[in-house]
């Protein structure tokens, strides 16, 4: 049990170390090392937490590592809430930790190099990594990929209505520019009505 809650500490402290542009792009890192690497849970309950830590208070890549922790901890004690409430913050103190450690260093180096060429250039650089981690993180739950072959998720892409919901999000977001609580908010009324 102990060298589970140290791999959980360790796994959430490297995400939370390399884990440039926030909780969105966080979301393939989790999903590639708790799903794939570790299978700790499965894709259908990742995406159910990844759900749920969009529509609740707080960042998402936080809240995904809080829920994270709690399914591998209480997962450990046949269902124990005690040990489900020790993985959640373990996860999310490890999660976090990284970012207390780096913004002492960061911002002395910032007050002294800001106005460089080379801090402008680094910066420009990491905005394309990070749109691209967040597009990683969409493909890999819509898609299932096993041995050269790409299938769409069933247990998320269930039928055309979760396709025409996607769409219809991804328009009123870029074209109508619709504000994105408004949009949570409206996908989980249409979800619960028609599932």
Do not use: H
Not at 23 to 32: E, K, R, T, V
Not at 53 to 74: D, L
Not at 91 to 107: C, D, E, H, M, Q
Not at 136 to 157: K, Q, T, W, Y
């Amino acid at each position: 049990m102990t060298a589970v809650f140290l791999q959980l500490f360790w796994t959430f402290f490297v995400i939370g170390l390399f884990g440039f542009g926030g909780g969105g792009a966080m979301i393939s890192l989790i999903q590639s090392r708790v799903v794939t690497d570790l299978g700790w849970i499965s894709q259908t309950v990742f995406t159910d937490i990844v759900a749920i830590s969009q529509t609740t208070p707080g960042p998402i890549g936080i809240n995904c590592a809080t829920y994270v922790g709690y399914a591998v901890g209480s997962g450990l004690g046949g269902g124990s809430v005690a040990l489900g409430i020790a993985g959640s913050a373990l996860a999310t103190f490890a999660l976090v930790l990284p970012s207390f450690i780096i913004f002492w260093g960061i911002i002395t180096l910032y007050r002294k190099y800001r106005q460089t060429r080379l801090f402008e250039g680094v910066m420009t650089g990491l905005r394309p990594v990070v749109a691209g981690l967040i597009a990683a993180a969409a493909v890999l739950m819509m898609f299932r990929f096993d041995c050269g072959s790409i299938s769409i998720l069933a247990e998320n892409f269930s039928d055309w209505t979760s396709w025409a919901i996607l769409a219809a999000t991804v328009a009123a977001s870029y074209i109508f520019k619709a504000n994105p609580i408004l949009l949570i908010v409206a996908g989980a009324i249409i979800g619960l009505i028609i599932y």
